[in-house]
């Protein structure tokens, strides 16, 4: 069970990981209140965890061009 739970925060919820490591604050309670404002709203919350989750892979591969690795050269 433990290696899904891993899984799925690495994989599905980059974004609330990520803001946690930020924002000195725990994962799971961006995670809880995420879920809370997706219901309240309808959904629309949705988008935004996209657009950041869009971002986040945008900025990993500009990082990865402008410092290519020595196997990369």
Known sequence: MNKFRYFVEDQIFGVCAKLGE????????????????????????????????????????WRKHNSPTIWEL
Do not use: C
């Not at 309670?29 to 995420?34: D, P």
């Not at 309240?40 to 965890?49: E, H, K, N, V």
């Open 22 to 61: 930020k924002l000195n604050f725990p994962a799971s309670s961006i995670r809880k209140y995420f879920i809370y404002a997706t219901f309240m709203t309808f959904g629309s919350p949705i988008i935004l965890y996209l657009v950041l989750a869009f971002w986040m892979e945008i900025r990993q591969h």
